[in-house]
């Protein structure tokens, strides 16, 4: 490994350090995105703001061959911080709990890299560092305000703690999963608890719900579906003595595709009207889609195989199953253009939005050689 990348690596864990150390939640990115925006300054590259806190970045503008985008993402967590690093969140209650800090550092390794190799380029190179990935659709709003244009292939990873290292996951297909939320307000009449026959009592009912949703991936789902249905709150404000005239349970649902999440939504209410009834209460259930199923390309997916035999050797491919039930909002750029998203085996023993988790500054490296590959640069040296 020769001086030029053995430095672009240092300077890469030490920018993600410098970023973990304050971390920020989505769309109040603004010391990352100075941040970003200050490294591409000193590297030589020309940037231009989207979304707000989001940068976009071009190389070799002029070259002729495919324009190829790699992303990362720049937000935090909401999470207080357990693991007691020197570089440890600086920032009360926030967090890099998902390893963004990690993939925007892989990203500036690689476009420093890229940089320095831009006469080389076969095509041009565009570099996302999106905000609000965690929830806020970041991908969504950098797509509105032009972030594609002209781009024929996009490229992203994501760190997995779970998956050994050197081990990855891309298959050409679904590789993470549907998401979306649900809502049940049980309206019921309240009353003195013993009198439970001059009430129509909503906590019963609610609980019925909560029990009775569980059908949906133990009865109506194919046991090699991957589905999740999880209520994650049940409210319902009272007394010891008094039956409240409202309770309200939420969750989320995982799926692997979207006319599944579809389908799941269309169970949900049906489940909880059909149980409300025979409670003799009211219901209205609220299902809101969130991010779509991320799903690969096969031709990209292809390239990106070889790209992660080349970094990580033959034997590459984990032993997961896919879809993850995980979601991602790089699904709105693969519903926008060819690409390919792959997860990335790591060291860290937390799992991702856990107080103890760290990014695995090994992953630099292994990420930084991945992109460069997939941009079309010459390889950086062993």
């Known amino acids: 490994?020769?001086?030029?990348?053995?430095?672009?690596?240092?300077?890469?864990?030490?920018?993600?350090?410098?970023?973990?150390?304050?971390?920020?939640?989505?769309?109040?990115?603004?010391?990352?995105?100075?941040?970003?925006?200050?490294?591409?300054?000193?590297?030589?590259?020309?940037?231009?703001?989207?979304?707000?806190?989001?940068?976009?970045?071009?190389?070799?503008?002029?070259?002729?061959?495919?324009?190829?985008?790699?992303?990362?993402?720049?937000?935090?967590?909401?999470?207080?911080?357990?693991?007691?690093?020197?570089?440890?969140?600086?920032?009360?209650?926030?967090?890099?709990?998902?390893?963004?800090?990690?993939?925007?550092?892989?990203?500036?390794?690689?476009?420093?890299?890229?940089?320095?190799?831009?006469?080389?380029?076969?095509?041009?190179?565009?570099?996302?560092?999106?905000?609000?990935?965690?929830?806020?659709?970041?991908?969504?709003?950098?797509?509105?305000?032009?972030?594609?244009?002209?781009?024929?292939?996009?490229?992203?990873?994501?760190?997995?703690?779970?998956?050994?290292?050197?081990?990855?996951?891309?298959?050409?297909?679904?590789?993470?999963?549907?998401?979306?939320t649900f809502e049940v307000t049980v309206r019921g009449r309240g009353g003195h608890a013993s009198q439970p026959e001059a009430t129509a009592d909503p906590v019963l009912a609610a609980a019925a719900i909560t029990v009775a949703l569980q059908q949906i991936v133990a009865r109506r789902t194919a046991p090699h579906e991957a589905v999740v249905v999880a209520v994650t709150a049940l409210h319902a404000e009272s007394a010891p003595t008094v039956t409240p005239d409202e309770a309200v349970l939420s969750g989320s649902i995982r799926a692997a595709d979207d006319a599944a999440r579809t389908r799941v939504f269309d169970l949900i209410e049906s489940i909880a009207r059909a149980t409300a009834d025979a409670h003799g209460v009211g219901v209205r259930v609220t299902t809101t889609p969130r991010y779509g199923a991320t799903v690969n390309h096969p031709g990209p997916a292809a390239e990106y195989g070889e790209r992660l035999a080349a970094v990580l050797g033959p034997h590459w491919a984990g032993q997961a199953a896919v879809p993850v039930l995980a979601s991602e909002d790089f699904s709105y750029y693969l519903?926008?253009?060819?690409?390919?998203?792959?997860?990335?085996?790591?060291?860290?023993?937390?799992?991702?939005?856990?107080?103890?988790?760290?990014?695995?500054?090994?992953?630099?490296?292994?990420?930084?050689?991945?992109?460069?590959?997939?941009?079309?640069?010459?390889?950086?040296p062993h």
């Open 335 to 380: 519903g926008a253009v060819p690409g390919a998203f792959a997860l990335l085996g790591s060291a860290t023993e937390a799992p991702l939005h856990s107080a103890e988790y760290d990014f695995d500054d090994e992953l630099l490296d292994t990420a930084a050689r991945l992109l460069v590959g997939l941009a079309g640069a010459p390889d950086p």
């Open 1 to 180: 490994m020769n001086a030029p990348w053995v430095e672009t690596l240092a300077r890469a864990r030490t920018l993600r350090h410098e970023l973990h150390r304050r971390p920020e939640i989505a769309w109040a990115e603004h010391a990352t995105a100075a941040a970003v925006r200050a490294e591409l300054d000193a590297i030589g590259i020309g940037w231009r703001p989207c979304a707000d806190t989001g940068t976009v970045a071009l190389l070799a503008p002029d070259a002729p061959g495919r324009h190829v985008a790699l992303r990362a993402d720049l937000d935090a967590m909401p999470i207080a911080e357990a693991t007691g690093l020197a570089h440890a969140s600086q920032s009360p209650g926030v967090m890099h709990a998902c390893g963004h800090d990690g993939h925007t550092a892989a990203l500036l390794a690689a476009a420093r890299w890229l940089h320095r190799h831009e006469p080389d380029l076969p095509g041009p190179v565009t570099l996302l560092f999106q905000p609000a990935e965690e929830g806020g659709h970041g991908a969504r709003r950098m797509i509105d305000e032009g972030c594609l244009d002209g781009v024929d292939v996009i490229f992203g990873w994501h760190n997995w703690p779970g998956l050994p290292p050197g081990r990855a996951l891309c298959p050409a297909g679904p590789v993470m999963s549907a998401n979306g």
